[in-house]
């Protein structure tokens, strides 16, 4: 899962659609998790596929690739350029609902080095923290197939059939804002 998301976002930031080129991928050893999960529900036994397809759309693809939605939040709060922020306003709404083209071709993020290093980094975080918490139990295993363009809290209720799954979505989102906005704060400087 590492290596995956690793190589979803380095063709990203090399402005190849990461996402599409390691579709085959993602549909050979994520999407069929779902299903199994659903049957084994319906069969009375615990779900066994913790990483799915879905469970990355839902807790760390939030806002798309690099969890844009984060850095969004995160030029809103701390960015102080007028450009960056209207910026930022503009892509929200798109963000909101996974289609993150305009933050990440608009801003630039694609070929921009200040932030390659979150772009990478907060969506493993936010796989590993989603990973943790489902496996400890506190949120259950994603069991509803979502259209990734659900948008955040949604996602996480449909996708688990719990309100847990909106609230990891809450926590992943403030954690990314956080390790998102040293660097919008680099950014808004260099700008």
Known sequence: AV???????LFWMTGVHGNNMLEPVAQSLYVPGIAENAARIAQGLQPE?????????????????????????????????????????FSLLPVLFNVNELIVFGLPIIFNPIYLIPFILVPV????????ATAAGLVPYTVHATEWTT??????????????????????LAVGILCYAPFVIISDMQI
């Open 49 to 89: 596929h913790l990483l799915t397809k879905t469970f990355f759309d839902t807790f760390v693809f939030m806002g798309g690739c690099g969890s844009t939605l984060c850095l969004v939040l995160a030029i809103l709060i701390v960015a102080r350029k007028r450009n960056l922020r209207r910026h930022a306003r």
């Open 3 to 9: 290596l995956f998301l690793t190589l979803v976002h």
């Open 125 to 132: 975080l936010l796989m590993f923290i989603a990973a943790g």
């Open 151 to 172: 948008p955040i809290l949604l996602g996480g209720y449909a996708a688990t059939g719990s309100l847990a799954g909106s609230v990891l979505q809450l926590v992943n």
